[in-house]
């Protein structure tokens, strides 16, 4: 038999099915119920000896058994006997997103639309990163507020970043208002303390930071699954530190236990310990670790 089909999608799922393989699953298919009708099919045919041939033409170009399958395919799904499940909507979710592309060194969006699979689920995580970055230039613009709900009255902020924005003309945009808004912070900002409220928030939302070092070394299957997962939540600031511990209540207290130890070793007062966050405990601002941290340092 020979198969003419213009769907390459189906084509390319028939296919995973040619050979032996116990890798092959119907599960996440988009149409599962009727690939599997398909593949019965060609399964008894193999059993029987009988050889088939895909072959992928172009579709609408005037191939005459082309067109009358499309002909013959618009009659049966519009016929008073066909099930519904062949002519009506499902009752599958399908999700609707904008895509990044890049092209010509511009960022575009692209309409996307599918039903339940890898890239819904990928779309997804990218949303929830996005609005946390959200989050944090809200913070960062925090004054906004006050300049959207009094912006048609003659009023100008104290911020001396927002007037920036207001004479740029950049306030009438919201997203470009906050842009404008961060560039003049930064350039007044204190260096010694984080701009977005931690400095994991201003590593990762610093432009031109290597940041794809950390998906490289967190996807790389050679090292260690242990070291990826302590990198892991160092970004995500779930460290099990005192500090986190405390919010928790499995700590009485936040206080940096290291530094607790050198100084009762020196025979100090262990009151008023800082709190033991990650970023602590990797500075040289641990007493309990400043040699060994100094040491790390001059060795890079």
């Known amino acids: 038999m020979l198969y003419l089909c213009d769907n390459q999608a189906l084509l390319k799922a028939v296919k995973r099915w040619v050979g032996e393989s ?10 599962a119920d009727i690939l599997l ?9 193999t059993t029987a000896g009988a050889a088939t041939f895909q072959v992928k033409m172009k579709a609408h170009r005037g191939e005459p058994v082309n067109e009358e399958a499309d002909i013959q395919v618009d009659k049966a799904i519009s ?14 979710a399908v999700f ?21 699979n890898s890239g819904v689920r990928w779309a997804t995580r990218r949303g929830s990163a996005e609005e946390e970055v959200r989050k944090h230039r809200d913070r960062v613009t925090g004054a906004w507020n006050q300049i959207s709900k009094q912006r048609r009255r003659v009023y100008v902020s104290y911020d001396p970043s927002m007037v920036t924005a207001l004479q740029h003309s950049t306030w009438m945009d919201e997203e470009g208002f906050k ?43 050679k090292i260690p699954w242990r070291r990826r997962r302590q990198l892991g939540m160092a970004v995500a600031g779930n460290t099990p530190t005192a500090s986190n511990l405390t919010k928790i209540g499995k700590m009485p207290s936040a206080g940096c236990r290291l ?30 670790l400043t040699a060994t941290v100094t040491a790390a340092h001059h060795s890079i």
């Open 22 to 31: 116990g890798k092959v699953t119907l599960v996440g298919a988009p149409d």
């Open 37 to 45: 009708e398909a593949i019965e099919e060609l399964q008894k045919r």
């Open 259 to 288: 530094c607790k130890i050198a100084r009762e070793a020196r025979g100090e007062s262990t009151d008023g310990l800082a709190d033991e966050t990650h970023g602590h405990i990797n500075s040289a601002g641990c007493k309990g």
């Open 96 to 116: 609707t997103w904008q895509e990044p592309r890049r092209k010509g060194g511009m960022v575009r969006y692209e309409d996307r639309k599918s039903t339940w």
């Open 179 to 221: 842009k404008t808004c961060i560039r003049e912070k930064k350039k007044r900002g204190d260096i010694h303390q984080p701009f977005y409220g931690t400095w994991v928030a201003d590593f990762m939302l610093r432009q031109d930071a290597a940041r794809f070092m950390l998906g490289k070394y967190l996807s790389d299957k």
């Open 79 to 92: 016929g008073k006997d066909v099930p519904t499940e062949w002519h009506d909507r499902t009752n599958r």
